[in-house]
Structures are given as structure tokens and as C-alpha cells.
């Protein structure tokens, strides 16, 4: 039957994209108000960066390295649809059309994931590595362990439920020739796997080999501006609702039940952060309640379709529990993983994965249907752990001795800001005191009829 255009799920899915695309802003405002003052111009143009390369490359060869011809069942050929060629007009010049969606909008869709995925790791760096560095890396990374991870879940890879995948591997196939699945499929609704514990085990790999900022462990490394944080943290979740219910592809109850998980595990995940805080510190913070709406949104990612709400419910109080506590631990083992994407992403990226095999409607080992599902789960997450953790090793060391990852030790203290982008958010220098010194002046003799308001003091 050949496939016609649904202009409701094209809509639909232009506007989960759009809301996609908003999350990259969102993480700058988010990532931009956790790190210090110096640091946050360059903090938010890594986001912005990644935008700019991913945005190219994934249309030159990311597109056609997820979803174009197998190679191996590992990553797609980058040259079968290079450029997106043979993906927008067919040969009679109308719109390729899948599902009811124009296959142009599903790329659309896609590129904003790889956008954002990229753009988290950069949490973790902050403040000492050089943009031009990282602007190389984004591309490379992409095409590395991203477009690969994509292929082999989304694109009917290795990690998908065809036949010649893991899970087929592992408890064998149903049915026949062209047929044929995995008989116990795996669940990555919207990219637990691809998108969050991609990006934590790169974050992770980076700051291992990088090292750790000045002073870290030594002197306060306090976010400059939590309205920024919480700014960030609110449109990350507004934006994550085109995430999660656009990857059900069409504006039906499947999307309806990925929109509630969403909006219910994260605010599960908001309280589950906050007691573990009032328990371990005698206070909830507003830098918890955001970094638990971000926990709760990462965990749900790769659960919002196949779980119940009241489900989602508890998977948000204990993926926001358990980060809480996990961004502890760079303290304990001396990394320094600076905005916590780590403990944040890698962490509720494991949880919501592994958790379904406990909690999916269909499949969980708490619905009566075994413990095949979790083993999936499980050898799913191992696989892409181990793809990401080598990949970013191999790149990230080449990289260290060639293009040099570090700014200065004298630039990093004097702050990246001026030295990378000739640029300062915020001007508290000499030139700022003095024009305060003018305008108190101004203001003294304004106040005094008697006393003409003189050009200087106007200037």
C-alpha cells in the first residue's frame, strides 16, 4: 500500500522537532548558570557550537550514517545517502513520503537529538578546554559513537530486534526469513542508550583523561546565577516533550502516554533529589530541584512508551535519589566531572534502561513475563558502554597530542572567556567601577539645584 502524507503526524513531528531544537538553548541557560562567572560565555557557545557542526555534518553524512545501508549492522554507509541524496524527491519529483511523514522531516527530527547529545558532554569539561579543540571533537564524536549508536538501535542494527542483532543473539528469533525478529526485543523509547549514556560514558572517558580544573577540591566552585539554572532546567522539560512524545511519530495516545511519563517521572525525580538532599544536607536547593527535573527527563527518555504512569512515578523517585547521591562520588574518587553529566545522565540513562526490565508494561519482570527482558536490557547498555568508552579514548588521545585539549593554567584562573572569545559576560572590572563612581555623582548633583549637572557627570 503506498504510503500517502498524514499532514496531523507531519505537523506533529515539525513541531516535536522544533521543541527539540529549543533544548540545546535551554542546556546553555542550564549549563551557563553552573559554572562560575568567567566561564560563562564559553559554556554556552560549546552548546551553540555543537549546534552549528552537527547541523552540518549530520546532513552531509550523520543522516545517511543512522538510517542508510547496513554496514555490518554497526553504522549506516555514509555515502549511500550522502548529503541526503535519494531522501527528499523521489523520480517524479514529489516528496519521499514513510509512514505518512516526509522523510525530510524525519531528519529534521533526528538532527536535533544528535544536536543536544553532543552539547551534554560538554557539561563536564567546562572552563579548561579550547573551543577550537572541542569544535573538532563534536563532528568527529558524532561520527564516532553517535550516527553508529543510532544505527544499531534505531536503524535496524545490532542492537535492534532483527534478526542478526544481540537480542536475537541471546534468546533467538520468531518468525521466518524477512520475518524474522528477536524474540525478546529491546526498549530504547527515545534514546536512553544513544542519547544519555552515549554522551555520560564520553563525559566520563574526557575527564578522565583530561583532568581536573585549577583548583578543584581546593576553593568554592559555586554556580554564578541559579535563575539561569532553573531558566534552563524549564525549557529543557518543555523542550523534552517533543523528545519523547515525538518519538512515538504520530499525535496519538502513544505519544499521550509518553507525555504524562514524562511530566510524572520528572516530578517524582524533583522530590526524590530534594529528600536525599534535606536528609543529607538539611537543605533543599533550587540547584537540586533543577538537576532533578533533568534526572527524572533522562530517566523516562528511553521508558516513555512502555511504561505505566504509576510506573514513571517510581522510576522518577529513584533515578532522582540515585543521582542525587551519585554526583557525590566525583568528590570521593577525585574527578572532576564539573556540571555532574556523569552523575546526571550516565547514571539516569542506566537506571531508566535497566529499569524496564523490571517496570515495562510488556516484558517487565514485575508484570509477570520473566527476567529475558532484563537480560536484554542489561547486555544492551554493556554494548554501548564499551563502543562510546574505547571510541572516545582513541579520539580523545589523539586529539591530546595533536590539537592539545587545555587552555593555560594562567588563562584557565583569569577566566576562559576573554581568552577564548575576547569576550566577558558580565563587566565588574575598573571601567564598570568607574562608571558607578560617575553616575553616583551625577545623581549628587542633580539632587542639588544649585549645582549644574556638568559634562563629565553626564558622561
Known amino acids: 500500500m503506498e504510503d500517502v502524507l498524514d499532514p496531523g503526524i507531519t505537523a506533529w513531528m515539525l513541531t516535536s ?13 542550564f549549563y551557563g548558570g553552573m559554572v562560575r562567572a568567567k566561564s560563562v560565555l564559553n559554556m554556552m557557545m ?13 546532513v552531509l553524512w550523520g543522516w545517511s550514517m543512522s538510517y542508510g545501508e547496513s554496514v555490518g549492522g554497526f553504522f549506516g554507509n555514509p555515502f549511500d545517502q550522502f548529503g541526503l541524496q535519494g531522501t527528499i524527491l523521489d523520480g517524479n519529483g514529489d516528496y519521499i513520503i514513510s509512514g505518512g511523514l516526509p522523510v525530510v522531516v524525519d531528519v529534521g527530527f533526528q538532527v536535533t537529538f544528535a544536536i543536544i547529545t553532543v552539547a551534554l558532554i560538554s557539561g563536564a569539561i567546562a ?40 537480542a536475537a543473539k541471546i534468546f533467538g528469533t520468531i518468525g521466518d526469513g524477512a520475518e524474522a525478529v528477536a524474540q525478546v ?24 583523561l583530561i ?17 539561569f539554572v532553573m531558566l534552563g532546567a524549564g525549557l529543557l522539560w518543555f523542550g523534552w516533550f517533543g523528545f519523547n512524545g515525538g518519538s512515538a511519530y504520530a499525535a496519538d495516545g502513544g505519544a499521550g502516554l509518553a507525555w504524562v511519563n514524562t511530566t510524572t ?17 538539611g537543605e533543599p536547593t533550587s540547584l537540586g530541584a533543577a538537576s532533578g527535573i533533568v534526572a527524572g527527563l533522562v530517566a523516562i527518555t528511553p521508558a516513555a512508551g512502555d511504561v505505566s504512569p504509576v510506573g514513571a512515578i517510581a522510576l522518577g523517585l529513584v533515578a532522582g535519589a540515585l543521582c542525587a547521591m551519585a554526583v557525590g562520588l566525583k568528590h570521593r574518587f577525585g574527578y572532576d566531572d564539573s556540571l555532574d553529566v556523569v552523575g546526571v545522565h550516565l547514571v539516569g540513562g542506566l537506571v531508566g534502561t535497566v529499569a524496564l526490565g523490571f517496570i515495562a508494561t510488556s516484558g517487565g519482570l514485575l508484570y509477570g513475563d520473566g527476567p529475558k527482558l532484563l537480560v536484554v536490557q542489561i547486555a544492551i547498555v554493556a554494548f554501548a558502554i564499551i563502543w562510546t568508552a574505547v571510541l572516545t579514548l582513541a579520539l580523545g588521545l589523539a586529539i591530546k597530542y595533536t590539537l592539545g585539549w587545555r587552555i593555560d593554567e594562567d588563562d584557565e584562573v583569569s577566566g576562559i572567556d576573554r581568552v577564548e572569545h575576547g569576550e566577558t559576560a558580565y563587566e565588574f572590572g575598573a571601567s564598570g567601577a568607574r562608571r558607578s563612581v560617575l553616575a553616583t555623582r551625577a545623581t549628587a548633583h542633580r539632587a542639588d539645584a544649585s549645582a549644574p549637572v556638568t559634562e563629565g557627570a553626564q558622561a
Request: aromatic letters at 12%; hydrophobic letters at 50%.
Open 46 to 58: 560549546m552548546s551553540f557550537g555543537a549546534m552549528g557542526s552537527i547541523g552540518v555534518v549530520y
Open 127 to 166: 572552563d579548561r578546554v579550547k573551543f577550537s579543540t572541542w569544535m573538532v571533537f563534536t563532528g568527529i564524536w558524532a561520527t564516532l559513537c553517535y550516527f553508529p549508536l543510532a544505527h544499531m538501535v534505531w536503524g535496524g542494527g545490532f542492537l535492534g530486534d532483527g534478526p542478526d542483532g544481540l
Open 211 to 227: 583532568g581536573a580544573r585549577k583548583g578543584f577540591g581546593k576553593e568554592p566552585m559555586r554556580p554564578h546565577n541559579l535563575p
Open 17 to 29: 522537532a522544533s521543541l527539540v531544537l529549543l533544548m540545546t538553548p535551554g542546556l546553555a541557560f
Open 185 to 208: 526485543a529491546p526498549i530504547d523509547f527515545a534514546g536512553g542508550t544513544v542519547v544519555h549514556i552515549n554522551a555520560g560514558v564520553a563525559a566520563l572517558v574526557l575527564v578522565l
Open 265 to 281: 517521572c520528572t516530578a517524582a525525580a524533583i522530590l526524590g533529589w530534594l529528600i536525599v538532599e534535606k536528609i543529607r544536607d
